[in-house]
């Protein structure tokens, strides 16, 4: 099974298979509701790999998606449209699309032990927008 990520605003981003490890989708509602709540919310979690230049072939994008999670509240480039495919044997068995995501928290993790980075992304649809959110599945093969 693999994961894609795309990223689309003032910059293009993109990670393949390759890169992302996780993805974990979940539905925010307060702990404290004994109903229903219609303070719904929804964030992702996404990590993965950071993979060097290496034969030939370009550096990953997660430098684009550090720059972005440092984009201010007050520019509107900091929500962005995210879509996540999930990928069993080329059929997208999932699919995850986020049209004003923004960045809740990013970090990056080097250590000498793995000889590669990690990073976490984590990212929130914006809450007046939940009903633009989109989860699909059951797509045909190609």
């Known amino acids: 099974m693999g994961l894609r990520l795309k990223i689309e605003g003032s910059e293009a ?3 393949s298979e390759t890169s992302i490890t996780t ?22 979690l996404i990590k993965g790999k950071i993979l060097a230049d290496a034969g030939g072939k370009a550096a990953d994008d997660t ?15 900091c929500y962005r449209k995210v879509q996540i495919d999930v990928v069993n044997a080329s ?13 809740v928290d990013y ?28 989860f699909e599945g059951g797509f045909s093969g190609e």
Do not use: C, Y
């Open 63 to 77: 430098s684009k998606i550090a720059r972005w999670s440092l984009v201010p509240a007050e520019n509107s480039d």
């Open 13 to 15: 981003i993109g990670l």
């Open 23 to 44: 993805v974990e989708f979940g539905a925010d509602i307060p702990h404290d509701s004994n109903a229903r709540s219609t303070d719904l919310g929804s964030t992702v």
């Open 107 to 134: 970090e990056e993790d080097f250590t000498d032990e793995t000889g590669t980075g990690v990073f976490t992304l984590l990212i929130k649809q914006k809450k007046d927008k939940m009903v633009d959110l989109k």
């Open 91 to 103: 059929q997208v068995v999932r699919q995850i699309t986020i049209p004003n995501a923004f960045v």
